[in-house]
């Protein structure tokens, strides 16, 4: 099995690097909303997962499979329910929770068929969000949100202090968190989630059901 450190992996984005380390090696693994399947490979190839995806995008799942990922396509709002219970060791949703219509029913539903689900999401609550806001008195636009308020793929706007109300609502529990700052690195420290919410441009979270 390719470790984690290997310098062929280099390029990965340091937040799917931070996600593939939660996963138990051998594990049943959904990835929702996988793309053309970057964080799917790295987890084949790093920690040995039974891995399937689905993705909305026909592009993404045309990719993914000449990858020869196990990938179909499928809406996370509407095609979760065909899942049985439990059926995954862990269920992923990376940088896409924000985008889904019926966010609170797609972690509920995550939460049904994995038995930890491992959510990662930019942090609307960051400081450079606010100043904008504050000074320009204008939606932002930065290289962590590209998009213009009329175009943007991001429905619901959330923070991280936002997400962790709603897995308390849900009934989930934190096990771990992971908070990145504006350079894509993990912050070393731990801290209260006001700080967090405050200087993290992104987060991780692991979370199992109560």
Known sequence: MTDLLDPILSDVRVDLKEIAALVEPGSRV????CGDGDLLELLTRTRD????????????VNDAVARGLSVIQGDADSDLYQYPDQSFDYVILSQTI?????????????????????VS???????????????RGRMPVSKRLPY???DTPNIHFCTIRDFVE????????VEK??????????????APWWVWNLIATQAVFLLSGR
């Open 49 to 60: 997962v039974d891995g399937r995806g689905i993705e909305l995008s026909q592009r993404g």
């Open 148 to 150: 213009s308020w009329y």
């Open 166 to 173: 709603l897995s308390q609502e849900v009934g989930a529990t």
């Open 121 to 135: 999401l930019p942090n609307f609550g960051h400081y450079d969000v606010r100043l904008q806001l504050m000074l």
């Open 98 to 118: 924000q985008a889904t219509r019926n966010t609170k029913l797609v972690l509920q539903e995550m939460l049904r068929i994995g038995r930890r689900v491992i």
């Open 177 to 190: 968190a992971l908070a990145f700052n504006g350079a894509a690195k993990k912050l070393p420290f731990n």
């Open 30 to 33: 959904l990835d929702i909303g």
